[in-house]
């Protein structure tokens, strides 16, 4: 069976390209960079290339400000655990409430640890609230970590302007963005776009490189204490020896998207705009979350009213539809996404959505066989509901107060 694959906010296929850049880097040029000899000194090269070019993706940003991670998680625990580490006086820290949970977990194990954490919140749309931002800031606050895009929305938050009040509050303040479902699909330039962002993440999966390499931007000046202890790797800030052939591949990935963002933007949005305006037509009561936002142009995170997501995502599976019903690390809890509720999504909602999420390999093919099967699976679905009305194709007229 051939597969349709649109869960790309959860992992992205490696690109050919990608996959060429990495392989001598497997076979032939195997050496550890930190060796002495000439063989070893030239992947150490490598390195260096691939880094420099990554700065310079990130709008010519000084390449000694690029640290090498193993995932986007590891980029976020370093930039939070790093930062009250490294500024031991303020114990204060500002997130949201629909953060990725490599960024929630983390907070709130620095709650258990003293720190005080505040946690906003989000309208209907995914919107952040910047009145309840800037009364949150304080002369304690240590740290800004908010999101630049929602992995299961797309909603995109304003980080230029959310990191530029932040400064102009408090100079001292670290702003820090998980930009793992940004950097390849957006525009992102530290020197100019976003020069008030101290900390950036990323990860190689979610842009066509393999997993087990990420990225984290640390601007020249700000307090940053290392995360992991060990040898003299990535100028003392992380120890581990490098993983050559994944940051050749992350360099490369990062290099093709930015070549074709704009060719790709457009295609995508396309594709992605298509499915929901027929999904939308095709199956009644169902709510597009995040529609009056600003969103990644490869996402649609649909609801759809009384009946569950896992039921949907068994059936797409088994006509070889890959889609997800939120974030793929939640994906083995039963409780509905934390997202969806911080958005108050209704509760004849909130368990019925699923994310579709597109890459530059999805075609008109791949939407044409979402859209000739899911509404028919929602038919059926919905045929075993007790708060659907079959005859008339609508909810019960009761079916509000049932699910209560």
């Not at 002495?36 to 420099?52: C, L, S």
């Not at 993706?57 to 009250?84: M, Q, R, W, Y």
């Not at 959310?162 to 525009?187: C, E, M, N, Y």
Request: with cysteine.
């Amino acid at each position: 069976m051939k597969i349709t694959y649109l869960d790309n906010n959860a992992t992205t296929k490696v690109a050919p390209e990608v996959y060429e850049a990495m392989i001598p880097y497997l076979t032939e040029d195997y050496f550890n960079p930190s060796s002495m000899y000439e063989p070893a000194r030239q992947t150490g090269d490598a390195i260096a290339e691939a880094r420099k070019s990554i700065a310079d993706a990130l709008g010519h940003v000084d390449p000694k400000e690029i640290l090498f991670t193993g995932c986007a998680t590891e980029s976020n625990n370093t930039a939070i655990v790093g930062s009250a580490n490294g500024n031991p006086n303020r114990k204060h820290i500002i997130t949201t409430a629909v953060e990725h949970p490599a960024v929630l977990e983390v907070c709130r194990e620095m709650e258990r640890n003293g720190y005080q954490v505040t946690y906003l919140g989000v309208d209907r749309a995914g919107n952040l609230d910047m009145k309840e931002f800037i009364r949150s800031l304080s002369q304690t606050t240590l740290l800004v970590s908010i999101m630049h895009a929602n992995n299961e929305t797309g909603v995109v938050f304003p980080i230029e302007q959310l990191s530029r009040i932040t400064k102009q509050t408090d100079p001292s303040i670290i702003f820090h963005t998980d930009a793992t479902q940004t950097v390849g699909k957006l525009p992102i330039d530290l020197a100019s776009g976003l020069p008030y962002v101290d900390l950036l993440s990323f990860s190689g999966h979610k842009l066509h490189a393999p997993k087990g390499i990420g990225a984290l931007f640390i601007r020249r000046g700000t307090r940053c204490r290392p995360f992991m202890l060990g040898g003299h790797q990535e100028d003392g800030r992380r120890g581990g020896t490098e993983n050559v052939p994944y940051i050749v591949g992350l360099s490369r990935a990062l290099t093709l998207a930015m070549e074709r963002r704009e060719e790709d933007e457009a295609r995508i949005e396309k594709l992605r705009d298509r499915l929901e305006k027929e999904l939308l037509e095709k199956i009644p009561s169902v709510q597009v979350n995040g529609h009056d936002a600003p969103r990644l142009p490869n996402t649609l995170n649909i609801s759809i009213h009384y009946i569950e997501g896992e039921g949907m995502l068994f059936q797409l599976s088994s006509f070889g539809i890959c889609a997800s019903s939120g974030s793929a690390c939640t994906s083995g809890s039963l409780e509905p996404s934390h997202v969806l509720r911080a958005m108050k999504v209704p509760f004849t909602a909130v368990h019925g959505s699923m994310r579709f999420s597109l890459s530059r390999y999805n075609t008109d093919e791949d939407i044409d066989k979402v859209l000739e099967v899911f509404p028919q699976i929602v038919t059926n679905l919905r045929k075993l509901s007790p708060y659907w009305d079959n005859e008339r194709n609508l909810p019960r007229a009761d079916a509000s107060t049932l699910v209560q």
